[in-house]
């Protein structure tokens, strides 16, 4: 069989695509064996498998929009799986509060990332344990930005902080009540760091001088996350332009550290990326004759 016959039977095949609910997660937390571990008591390994991809489930475990529901297959048999209060549930009942993280070696170049927002707090996780020594600059007196809206009810501050902890464990230097603009300016950090993120929330008051969209908005490249200035990256509300989505935001500032990860070793920062965020899985499943089960 030659190569080329070989490479269309291999596109026809379906099996190794993800289910649905994963492949619409921004983030691509593995719902599928992460409900089978709590299905089986195994809450230790469920919460490895969502914290393997969520750096801050304590967060995310108690306000995820959870996308993953309104794509779950289970809605053809009656209703959809409840994966949002599955997170919840395993993250109070998990005895460990995260995966085990691998820490890559250090490497000699400095990123600054402005706002402490969940894709700020995602950007400087990311680039932290790729390597890079991470200075995070936070306007205001405390960690958390827009998740500070919730209710006390809803996301606890303590479960913020607990969370959020893991950032000076991995050494990343916090700088609190410095806001770009007042305390330094965008040219400061183009100075001092290799490469900047910008995430300074919903339509910020101050543009910084960056190019703007016909709506008003910093001009973002959807791609690769990256703005007018060489080197200056941004996400989170102040591409999307939307209400707040919790793991919308931490998908945006994700996607912007492997930007800036590829800047820095200069290599493409378009190629191979076209799964990165959500999308239409080509996996079939059939439920015909399939009895639902509670």
Known sequence: MDHQRLLDLEEKCIQDFPPACVATCPVH???????????????TRAMEIYSKTVPFPGIIGRVCEHPCQAACKRREA?????????????????????????????????VAVVGAGLSGLTAAFDLAVRGYDVVLFEAKDRLGGSL????????????????????????????????VGKTFSLTDLRGDFAAVYLGLGKNPQDTLGLELDPEGRININPDTYGTNLAGVFAAGSMFTGRDYLPIASLAGGRRAAISIDRYLQGVSLTAMRENEGPYQTRLYTSLEGIEPVP
């Open 29 to 43: 937390v593995d719902a599928r064996s992460f409900a089978a571990a709590i299905n089986s008591g195994d809450f």
């Open 148 to 179: 500070r809206d919730f209710a006390e009810e809803v996301l606890p501050r303590a479960v913020i902080a607990e969370d959020t902890a893991v950032l000076a464990d991995l050494g990343v230097e916090l700088k609190l009540d410095a806001a």
């Open 78 to 110: 009656g209703e959809a799986i409840s994966l949002a209060a599955l997170e919840k549930y395993c993250v109070q009942m998990s005895p460990t509060s995260r995966a085990k993280i691998s820490v890559r070696p250090k490497k000699d170049q400095r």
